[in-house]
């Protein structure tokens, strides 16, 4: 590469800092709070409602669209999202291709991948991914779990490190969750599957049959001791 070529990438970089930067200034100039502006970085469109706030090192990519009081935590990436008024992005997360509603939070470290859409009052927790799913309204998804092709109606809990088996080797299933459902920490949700409302899966269970309405669903090994067991050691 020769000094010409050098030159010209300088050049070209330095119009796209000071284009970024312009865009920047612009969504200042309406009442965003950016945490320091050279660590924004916009590589698309975003419009913002009032007192939006972005933290350090955003990506925002594609169409963003911000309501009003919306925050953004330090190093998550936005790209061709919606997310409502009064929700809160902590640290770490990326939401891309979907839409969130009012007065949410995700994260921190959590992922919305494409095809989302989350209601209004949602709680999703650090460590959560969430694909291809409809959450409705109030429904909160705790940390370390796995949401995807699935259809929560309001008002669902989903307790830490839950996962639906969306994928049997051949093709994607749905799993259907209704309205009020506990789904206990660590259960394995094997799709196709549906969950009436109000029922209860215990924790630790691995679910693959449908579960009646107000009923409480246990699959799980009963535990056993044997007493007096002496562990193999090992060798050296």
């Excluded at 008002?155 to 259907?176: E, F, K, L, S």
Aim: glycine residues 10%; charged residues 25%; hydrophobic residues 40%.
């Amino acid at each position: 590469m020769n000094s010409k070529t050098i030159n010209e990438i300088r050049k070209k970089t330095q119009l796209d800092k000071e284009s970024a930067l312009q865009k920047v200034f612009e969504l200042m100039l309406i009442g965003v709070k950016v945490k320091n502006p050279e660590l924004l970085h916009i590589r698309g469109m975003v419009s913002c409602g009032k007192n939006v706030k972005i933290d350090l090192n955003v990506i925002i990519e594609g169409d963003v669209r911000l309501g009003d009081n919306v925050s953004i935590g330090a190093n998550s990436i936005l790209r061709d999202c919606t997310i409502g008024k009064g929700t809160m992005i902590n640290p770490y997360s990326l939401v891309e291709g979907s839409v969130i509603g009012e007065n949410c939070f995700v994260g921190p470290y959590g992922r919305i991948r494409p095809d989302v859409s989350v209601g209004d009052h949602v709680s999703i927790g650090n460590f959560v991914e969430i694909k291809n799913s409809n959450i409705a309204s109030k429904c909160r998804i705790n940390h370390l779990s796995f949401i995807g092709d699935s259809d929560l109606a309001e008002q669902v809990t989903i307790g830490a490190g839950v996962i639906t088996c969306n994928h049997d080797g051949a093709g994607i299933n749905r799993t259907i969750i209704e309205q009020e459902a506990y789904v206990g920490s660590g259960c394995n949700l094997v799709a196709p599957l549906k969950i009436n409302a109000n029922a209860t899966i215990a924790s630790g269970s691995t679910i693959t049959e449908e579960v009646a309405a107000d009923t409480l669903a246990i699959a799980r090994s009963r535990q056993v001791e044997i007493k007096n067991w002496k562990r193999q050691k090992l060798r050296r």
